[in-house]
T-cell receptor
Framework: DGGITQSPKYLFRKEGQNVTLSCEQN?????MYWYRQDPGQGLRLIYY???????QKGDIAEGYSVSREKKESFPLTVTSAQKNPTAFYLC?????????????FGEGSRLTVL | AQSVTQLGSHVSVSEGALVLLRCNYS??????LFWYVQYPNQGLQLLLK??????LVKGINGFEAEFKKSETSFHLTKPSAHMSDAAEYFC?????????FGAGTRLTVKP
């Protein structure tokens, strides 16, 4: 079955540590996204990538980094510079240039900083 | 820039009652609008989408939404709530390079 796989599902981190969240898709989609979800705030865009080896900052990119070396993969690194990293992180993908423009989501990764 | 506003962070209905979740949009161009549902600790699942083909859009699980340009609204409805409808619902609008989401509405269904 085609879809988006995020790992790990749950992650605990000590302050000052970097962590990397994995996102893999086998939908052959060009565009991929990372959103952060906090209670009562909806989803906020961290980074997005429309093509391999290219990505753009979203609204809340500070303290995060990404790479897009392969079409299928878009990992997110939460660095120690992110002041409040505890949140639910969602990866998504879409067909580039499609009229419908819907996003397909993974199951999410919950990061807790101890 | 496109944006959506969801009216009401929490909605509570009795099982069998009408569900109405409100969403208003702001867009300088004809919008592509979406409703997603999220169950606890899961990703978002598409309920339905408006892409200008028809103003009344039918989705999964008996939900539907009506696009009203004059009111800049895209409210989500379901005639009869079921216990399994309890979840968080997000309205969203397609931007140039991303999708913009509302803050979400948590739906509670009482037996």
């Amino acid at each position: 079955d085609g879809g988006i796989t995020q790992s790990p599902k749950y992650l605990f981190r000590k302050e000052g540590q970097n962590v990397t969240l994995s996102c893999e898709q086998n939908l052959n989609h060009d565009a991929m996204y990372w959103y952060r979800q906090d209670p009562g705030q909806g989803l906020r865009l961290i980074y997005y990538s429309q093509i391999v080896n290219d990505f753009q900052k979203g609204d809340i990119a500070e303290g995060y980094s990404v790479s897009r070396e392969k079409k299928e993969s878009f990992p997110l690194t939460v660095t120690s510079a992110q002041k409040n990293p505890t949140a639910f992180y969602l990866c998504a993908s879409s067909i580039q240039g499609a009229d419908t423009g819907e996003l397909f989501f993974g199951e999410g990764s919950r990061l807790t900083v101890l | 820039a496109q944006s959506v506003t969801q009216l009401g962070s929490h909605v509570s209905v009795s099982e069998g009652a009408l569900v109405l979740l409100r969403c208003n949009y702001s867009s300088s161009v004809p919008p592509y609008l979406f409703w997603y549902v999220q169950y606890p600790n899961q990703g978002l699942q598409l309920l339905l989408k408006y892409t200008s083909a028809a103003t009344l859009v039918k989705g999964i699980n008996g939900f539907e939404a009506e696009f009203k340009k004059s009111e800049t609204s895209f409210h989500l409805t379901k005639p009869s709530a079921h216990m399994s409808d309890a979840a968080e619902y997000f309205c969203a609008v397609r931007g140039n390079n991303d999708m913009r989401f509302g803050a979400g509405t948590r739906l509670t269904v009482k037996p």
